[in-house]
Structure formats: structure tokens, C-alpha cells
């Protein structure tokens, strides 16, 4: 009796995942259009992704990614560093243009800094003023209707990626930018909620958020694709983030808001 209604419980769940994701599906096109305020959609539509290392990109926005390209916007990738920690940038460098082009972001979309004032390393404070004037000089560069990037938790806690979030709430709080473009900062959720891989969607499609964006089974296994690309970071314990962290399905955003200025500098 109690095996059945076990069986019943775990199917119910798995039709509701299901009917989650094809509602979403329907519907994310519709939530990027809110936020953006844009008529039409395809080539009119440019979203930055703004990270810190090699492997960011798909180890926590893979789903946004692979999402955003799969309803024709134009993805671009602004990673700061080469992610030199072990001295091996160059490779790290390259990985990441192979991850990218599993991801579907083509290589002339790809910007990755090798600035001395921003190496990678967890103990280093970027400082915000640079950090934001970079991000600055290539929203303008080009027509960005949207940026996501970190929040102030940087997800896993790293240093170099709060520094992000600082140096774009500072953009948003101190300068005009360009077409109104929309600021959005990934969710950084709690251990339990990380690492309960599917099965955290309905909470992450329940609770309140600007964007969410939810891969399948095929989004899933072109992310995990995208994160074998990066060699040098294949570690025993990533392997069971790949597996259990609910990044590798999920992403969750929400408003970085623009407030007055703000005169402190980092």
C-alpha cells in the first residue's frame, strides 16, 4: 500500500515538472519582452552575460544560455579573466570558447580580459571602480538590451564574482545607461535548494522572480556538455555538481535596481 502511494507521489511530481516546463517554455519569450519592451524579437534582441572565470558560463548560466539562444537572442560573453590561478590561462582560454560554442554562443560574440588588476584568485578585491568602467565601455560598445551577471552572493560566495555585482549595481546606480538597458542578477540560492538537481524547479518557478529560464533533458545534457570543455577544472567533487546542482537546469533573476548615485568607490 505504502510502495503505491510512494509510486503515485514521485509520478505526480515527475507530470508536474513536466507541465512546468512546457508552460515555461510558452511563456519566456513573453517574460523577455516584458522586461526588455521590445516589439519584436530575433536579431533585435542583444543580451551581455558578464562573468568572472572560464567555466561560469555554463557551470551557472548554462540554462539562461542555451535559452536565450534557443529564442534567437543574440548571447554575447564578457568574462574578466582568463582564470590564471594555476597558471594556466591559456588553456582555460580556449576551453572556454569550446564550452561556448556547445552553448551556442559563437566565438565573435566573446570578449576575456587578461588584466593585471583583475587576476583570479578568491583573496583579490576587484576593484569596483575598474571593474564597472570596463562593463560600462561595452554596454556602450554595442546595443545591450539586457546584462546578467551575478548577485551579491556570487552564487558560490567567490570573491571576483561579487566584485561583479558590486560594479554593475554601482552602473546602474551612477550612470545613464544606454536604450534602458535591463540589469539582472542571478539568484544565489540556498546549499539544500543547490544541490537537489530537478527537483528544486517548482520551487524556483513558484517563488517570485524576473526571469526564470528551465532547460529538458536535451538543454541538460548540452549544458553538461559544455562543462566537460573545461578540462582543467574536472575535479572529482564537479563531476557531482554536474549531476546534483540545480544550476545545470535552472536560473532564477532578479532586478538590479537603479537607485540614486552613489558616490563611494572601491
Not at 507530470?15 to 519569450?29: Q, T
Amino acid at each position: 500500500m505504502y510502495l503505491w502511494l510512494v509510486v503515485i507521489v514521485v509520478v505526480a511530481y515527475l507530470f508536474c515538472l513536466k507541465c512546468i516546463y512546457y508552460r515555461h517554455r510558452r511563456s519566456l519569450k513573453h517574460g523577455i519582452h516584458a522586461l526588455t519592451k521590445l516589439e519584436t524579437y530575433g536579431s533585435d534582441l542583444n543580451c551581455l552575460v558578464v562573468t568572472a572565470h572560464p567555466d561560469d558560463e555554463c557551470m551557472f548560466f548554462g540554462p539562461t544560455i542555451i535559452r536565450l539562444v534557443e529564442c534567437n537572442v543574440n548571447v554575447h560573453l564578457l568574462c574578466l579573466s582568463e582564470g590564471n590561478y594555476y597558471n594556466r590561462g591559456a588553456e582555460r582560454r580556449q576551453e572556454l570558447f569550446n564550452s561556448c560554442a556547445k552553448l551556442g554562443i559563437p566565438s565573435s560574440r566573446i570578449t576575456i580580459l587578461n588584466h593585471k588588476n583583475l587576476p583570479d584568485d578568491p583573496k583579490a578585491e576587484w576593484r569596483v571602480s575598474l571593474v564597472s568602467s570596463i562593463i560600462l565601455k561595452h554596454l556602450r560598445a554595442q546595443t545591450f538590451h539586457m546584462a546578467l551577471t551575478f548577485d551579491g552572493r556570487g552564487v558560490s560566495g567567490h570573491s571576483n564574482h561579487v566584485a561583479i555585482y558590486k560594479a554593475v549595481r554601482h552602473i546602474a546606480s551612477n550612470h545613464q545607461l544606454p536604450n534602458d538597458c535591463c540589469l539582472l542578477s542571478l539568484v544565489t540560492v540556498s546549499l539544500l535548494r543547490k544541490y537537489v538537481s530537478f527537483l528544486e524547479l517548482p520551487v524556483s518557478w513558484l517563488l517570485p522572480s524576473v526571469l526564470c529560464c528551465i532547460i529538458g533533458a536535451n538543454g541538460y545534457r548540452q549544458c553538461k556538455a559544455a562543462m566537460l570543455c573545461h578540462r582543467t577544472q574536472l575535479v572529482w567533487f564537479r563531476y557531482l555538481y554536474i549531476t546534483f546542482s540545480r544550476y545545470m537546469f535552472v536560473n532564477t533573476f532578479q532586478m538590479i535596481p537603479r537607485g540614486p548615485k552613489v558616490n563611494q568607490m572601491y
